[in-house]
């Protein structure tokens, strides 16, 4: 490559996006790219000529060491969402003027469906207007809905610490009163996707007999059945631990968490910020049963949880942006690389660059078959999907008794 690249970060961060824009760098560095820019605030931060020098950080070993280490976005993220061409090129034309004005060659945005709509955005751009520069999708989301890639970085790193905390919920839960249960609700991100809330699935195991049910956002959530269940398992454990999706909505269409609040906020993409299921639901089953209820919200600890992030996420993570990285260098563009299951015993993924409009804002959900005939657990064929993407584990660098990250100055 003969110009230099700039690599994005987009959308709600995760433990391991920070490993993929490692991978950017070390195969830039790899195949001899003078500079790598980093976009400050993603597209919207781009926009606006908000570019960092990613050697100030990556130059030494210890510095893409700290890199995978660190959660959240170390460029900083955007939810920006690019507008309809027609009528908006002086927004495009901004773009290739800053990566022209910056002899940027490539640009990669790690993100989820709606930040691989900026790439297909900006890459049918650039082949309509004839413009030379080249766009790759690095595939990030906890939500793990992107299509056609087996499963998407971040996603195996939140769902290890989901089970994890479910499990030391599940222990706390049982450990007092053996007249009433303590009914415990946890909520979990994932937003119209069950993959995240499944993963409550894995805590099950010779020490732990997992919750006692599961609500994706792949099934209507019936109030009153979950009552009903709410009660019967009342009836018969002395500890209830129920797993709940922040996305699960009511026959009519309403999210639960509009039930407590209908004025929920909306992001550029008209997603509704979704928030308080849990705790709509316990106070609900306080009020019918009088039960001691708890509301437990995972919120952004699951997806920032990089202490717990799993070895094979992070590695996957470096991989796609180092293979980004090596498409881009072949003369792809419009493309995202997809991770490739090609075994499970063992688990064996590979990838490869897939074009980025049959990806682009597709939300893939939880397959029927993996879901329970009553709706409300997950069977051994989701396990056998997820287990492996939760395996092995990063020792964090601690320093003053707690994980040390790398900041951007
Ligand atoms: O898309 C990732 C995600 O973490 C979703 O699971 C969640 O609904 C959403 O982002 C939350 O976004 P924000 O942090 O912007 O409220």
Redesign the pocket.
Known sequence: MKGNIVVGQS??PTAVINSSVAGVYAAAKKLGVKKVYGMVHGIQGFLADNLCDLDEYLSDETGIEMLKRTPSAFLGSC?FKMPKIEGHEDVYEKVFEIMEKHDIECLFYAG?NDSMDTVKMLSDYAAAHGKPQRFMGVPK???NDLPITDHCPGYGSAAKYIATSLKEIIRDNASFGVEKPTVCIVEI???NAGW?TAAAALSRGADCEGPDAIYLPERVFDMDKFMEKVKHLAATKHSVVIAVS??VKIADGRYVCELANENVAV?AFG?K??SGTAAYLAQAVAAETGLKTRAVEFS?LQ?AATHLASLTDINEAFQVGFDAVKAAEEGKTGMMITLDRNGDDPYQCGTSAYDIHAIANVERPVPDEWITEDGCDLNEGYEKYARPLIMGELQPLYVNGLPRHLVRK
Do not use: F, K, N
Request: no cysteine; net charge neutral; charged share 30%.
């Open positions: 959308g709600g939810r989820g989301t906890i939500d991100m994932g937003r995240l922040e996305g992001d997603h910020q979704m952004t997806r």
